[in-house]
């Protein structure tokens, strides 16, 4: 198994993880690892199965975990980090979250192509400004309707009958709706100012 190792990087604060080979294991060495506020990964096939040497990191604002193949105790790992403003887990065969709504400080949540079905996890989120969602096979939006502060939702190629719960998020100055070819009616939104 591979190892990556960030050491004596004492003013370190964004770390990204883009050359991790298949197997590696993440190890932080770094002299002060809770003030790593930005962790980011694109285009991994890495089995990540834990995020122990993040957990002391309590400065954690925005992780990006795309592609990882997430197993083991990553998820409840992920629910100790209430500090996190953005998550990113784009394709990342994402099938229970329950642990999300561990995360009240949340401004921004990106989860593409997991294939999950219910979004009540997010219910009570409701410092959300940007969400995405795209292409989970969602059908049901009746927990969006308590995230007033929405601003950008990319709701797009899901099996959405129903956009009617949009109609409560009055600052929504972005929506991306594209692919929903089940959608009866788009009159919910005519309320909404922007």
């Not at 285009?43 to 083991?72: S, T």
């Not at 994402?94 to 561990?102: A, V």
């Not at 939006?141 to 009617?164: C, Q, R, V």
Request: hydrophobic share 40%.
């Amino acid at each position: 198994m591979d190892q990556f190792f960030i050491q004596r990087q004492s003013d370190l604060n964004e770390i990204s993880l883009s050359i991790l080979e298949k197997s590696s294991e993440l190890s932080l060495g770094c002299d002060r690892p809770q003030e790593v506020k930005k962790l980011h990964s694109k285009e991994n096939q890495v089995v990540l199965e834990n995020l122990e040497p993040l957990k002391r990191n309590k400065n954690l604002r925005y992780l990006q975990l795309d592609y990882f193949q997430l197993k083991g105790q990553v998820f409840s790992d992920l629910s100790t980090f209430v500090s996190l403003e953005r998550l990113a887990l784009d394709s990342c065969s994402l099938t229970k979250w329950n642990w999300i709504s561990d995360l009240l400080n949340l401004k921004g949540l990106s989860i593409i192509s997991s294939r999950f079905i219910d979004i009540s996890p997010i219910k009570n989120l409701r410092q959300l400004k940007k969400l995405n969602l795209y292409q989970n096979g969602i059908t049901n939006l009746d927990p969006i309707e308590t995230l007033i502060e929405i601003e950008e939702f990319s709701i797009a190629w899901n099996k959405i009958l129903d956009i009617s719960p949009l109609s409560s998020l009055l600052n929504l100055e972005s929506l991306k709706l594209n692919g929903n070819n089940k959608l009866q009616s788009l009159a919910p939104l005519e309320g909404l100012k922007n």
